[in-house]
């Protein structure tokens, strides 16, 4: 299903996107932050590990996002249908042909490729709804129900098609959360997750992360360590899952970063007492650092979950989870602006980041560490772009 008009549209803006990429295109991932021939300013390093969420359906020039693109090389940007704060379906998502030249117009104001994300599961949750012109979606559970792995990968196949087609580079899915508490008010009561069965959840992602890569798309496996056993929601405040939490939560993130599928992983604002009695997951060097680096060996993208939540924000100032969320190795912090709205969350986060590093309390290396695997995702992003686009 078309979802475009102009089907044309796309392509040079993915045009646009490869030639941007020859910008950096001497940027050697294992050397150090390095673009043709130039070192990259630390602020400039710092600001590919943010992603921001905006208000409007258009931009111009003088929107703060687009002059934090500018002036900070913010590395991504996250697009909402819903605003949250002013309680409207008033945000960034109107139709297929708004969205496309919503995507234009903010690639256009960045020297690198920026990665554009959205949360497109499937179900309920799903930014680019039927309603304004997108294809019709399924939960992750109707696809577990089904239990047919073709019909997941026809499905998938359909939905990253539609995000491919308005040069939506990062999919905010899958998740592979068990379906292991029936009562999880944010993962089974809203259709989130699979099936209770590790071997199943690892199966059905599988086929949604390979028709993303066929369609040039690349996928966030969510929520680590394991979010399906919660009781409570992580968008409100703390979450616990000291004593819901087992090991099998882990099996489908590890077997799709052993498969070598897994191109970026969300991090869960849960908080596990058995794994850190100290922290949540994503402030956590224990979970991140330990489990999902050392153990399940993972050098690819750690995304936060959105660092406006209940979950961080009731119990930890800006600098502290900033701080934290690096340390333990998360990459790409996102702030959704949709909780709570600040048009200078990302000039406050440059602020404190350079600031940590200045005073010696975080290593400029552990900035170069995520500068070069966000790199090495955006050359991921652009061979897939590249190995798809449609021979003349």
């Known amino acids: 299903m078309n979802c475009l008009r102009n089907n044309n549209r796309p ?32 602020e400039a390093r710092i600001g590919q590990m943010l992603m921001v969420g905006f208000r409007g359906m258009t ?19 996250i697009l909402f249908d819903y605003d949250v704060v002013q309680k409207q379906a008033v945000r960034n998502i109107e139709s297929p042909d708004q969205v496309q030249a919503l995507i234009s117009s903010l690639q256009s104001a960045s020297k690198t490729p920026l990665l554009i994300a959205v949360d497109q599961e499937g179900g ?6 039927e309603r ?47 379906c292991v508490n029936p009562d999880n008010p944010v993962i089974a009561k809203l259709e989130r997750c699979f099936s209770p069965d590790p071997q199943e959840v690892t199966q059905h992602a599988d086929e949604f ?13 969510k929520h680590f360590p394991g979010h399906g056993s919660s009781r409570a929601d992580s968008h409100l405040g703390f979450t616990d ?19 070598g599928q897994a191109d970026a992983v969300m991090t869960a604002h849960v908080f596990n007492a ?54 333990a190795g998360v990459d790409i912090l996102v702030f959704g602006n949709n909780l709570e709205y600040d048009e200078h ?32 995702l955006k050359e991921r992003l652009a061979s897939s772009i590249e190995e798809n686009l449609p021979q003349e």
């Open 132 to 178: 304004y012109g997108f294809p019709p979606t399924l939960s992750h559970r109707e696809l577990g129900q089904k239990d047919d792995l073709s019909e997941t990968a026809r499905h998938s196949r359909r939905l990253a098609q539609a995000l491919s087609e308005l040069g939506i580079g990062l999919n905010m899915a899958p998740v592979v959360d068990l």
């Open 209 to 221: 992360i390979k028709a993303h890569h066929q369609s040039g798309v690349l996928t966030t496996l």
């Open 274 to 327: 058995r794994l850190d009695e100290a922290y949540p997951a994503t402030l956590s060097q224990r979970i991140i650092g330990g489990i999902l680096r050392k153990e399940l060996g993972f050098d690819g993208v750690v995304i936060s979950d959105d660092m406006q939540m209940g979950a961080i924000v009731d119990h930890y100032g800006l600098q502290t989870a900033i701080h934290r969320a690096i340390e």
């Open 11 to 42: 392509y040079r803006l993915i045009l646009l996107l490869l030639g941007q990429l020859f910008l950096f295109s001497s940027f050697n991932p294992a050397s150090g932050a390095v673009i043709a021939g130039q070192e990259v300013p630390l």
């Open 241 to 259: 899952v000291t004593d819901t939490w087992t090991a099998a939560e882990l099996e489908p993130f590890a077997r799709i970063i052993a498969e």
């Open 345 to 376: 969350i990302a000039a406050k986060a440059t602020a404190i980041i350079r600031d940590l590093v200045r005073s010696g309390k975080l290593e400029e290396t552990r900035i170069d560490e995520s500068y070069r695997r966000i790199m090495r």
């Open 124 to 129: 309920r949750v799903t930014r680019l709804k």
């Open 59 to 77: 931009v111009d020039q003088d929107h703060f996002i687009m002059r934090d693109i500018r002036q900070r090389n913010l590395g991504g940007v």
